[in-house]
């Protein structure tokens, strides 16, 4: 039985790198057909090509947030997925001008070897976790 969510949503997903924010972000949408996905760390790879902190952090989201609230105005609750490491980034996310909205924010605590087994499987280093 799959429930239907209720609402507008602007779901915030926090954490390192693999932490199974992109997993989680992924598996709402599929299962949420009025559900849209804004990855952060994809739109700074398209747009600079470079891991986080990027040259114009500001444009990436200025730019996060006029999707999310254009979204939102169209009927689709949002998943934002970014690393957002402090809670200025993380109430920028959540706060949004589109009214009667659902806030969530989702701080995903994954045990530190995990993490630095993950990143250096993936990334050859953990410089993102030490980081």
Same mark, same amino acid.
């Given at each position: ?6 609402? %507008? ?7 390192? !790198? ?5 997993? =989680?972000?992924?598996?709402? *949408? /599929? &299962? ?10 994809? %739109? ?7 891991? !986080? ?5 500001? =444009?990436?989201?200025?730019? *996060? /947030? &006029? ?65």
């Amino acid at each position: 039985m799959n429930p239907t969510v209720k609402g %507008l949503w602007n779901i915030v997903l926090s954490g390192y !790198p693999k932490s199974g924010k992109t997993m =989680l972000a992924n598996r709402l *949408i /599929a &299962e949420n057909k009025s559900f849209a996905r804004i990855g952060v760390d994809q %739109l700074r790879m398209m747009l600079f090509n470079e891991a !986080p902190p990027c040259r114009d952090e500001f =444009l990436i989201y200025f730019m *996060i /947030a &006029e999707m999310r609230d254009d979204l939102l105005k169209k009927g689709y609750s949002v998943v934002i997925d970014s690393t957002a490491s402090d809670n200025v980034t993380r109430e920028f996310l959540t706060v949004t001008k589109v009214r009667h909205v659902n806030r969530l924010l989702v701080v995903l605590n994954v045990d530190r070897e995990v993490l630095i087994n993950r990143s250096v499987e993936k990334f050859g280093d953990a410089h993102l976790v030490f980081a």
